[in-house]
């Protein structure tokens, strides 16, 4: 069994940043994919940047502002130059195979 829990959120102005992070228990090998999902208000749940054997990914919005990375089991997300559409919940989460394991979400709002 594999827990996530995220940390790392809040309230920003435009243009400031943040760093989340998830923690991982449980074992999770490198070649487990890992990812950053966001939530916004009456949206659905997209993927914003994964990680996986090394081979990080993002979504083009956030290209050149985010950056995805891993330490053993920890994720983290560093997000530059924020904006007001950067604001949801942000998710961690990790699978293989039939496995696959959500965290309770982290909340972050961008101020225009």
């Known amino acids: 069994q594999v827990q996530l829990v995220e940390s790392g959120g809040g309230s920003v102005p435009a243009g400031g940043s943040l760093r989340l992070s998830c923690v991982a228990s449980?074992?999770?090998?490198?070649?487990?994919?890992m990812a950053w999902y966001r939530q916004a208000p009456g949206k659905s749940r997209d993927l914003v940047a994964s990680?996986?054997?090394?081979v990080t990914r993002y979504e083009d919005s956030v290209k050149g502002r985010f950056t995805i990375s891993r330490d053993k089991n920890t994720l983290y997300l560093q997000m530059n130059s924020l904006n007001s559409e950067d604001t949801g919940v942000y998710y961690c989460?990790?699978?293989?195979?039939?496995?696959?394991?959500w965290g309770q979400g982290t909340q972050v709002t961008v101020s225009s």
């Open positions: 989460y990790t699978g293989w195979q039939r496995k696959e394991y």
């Open positions: 449980g074992s999770i090998d490198n070649y487990w994919f």
């Open positions: 990680f996986q054997s090394g």
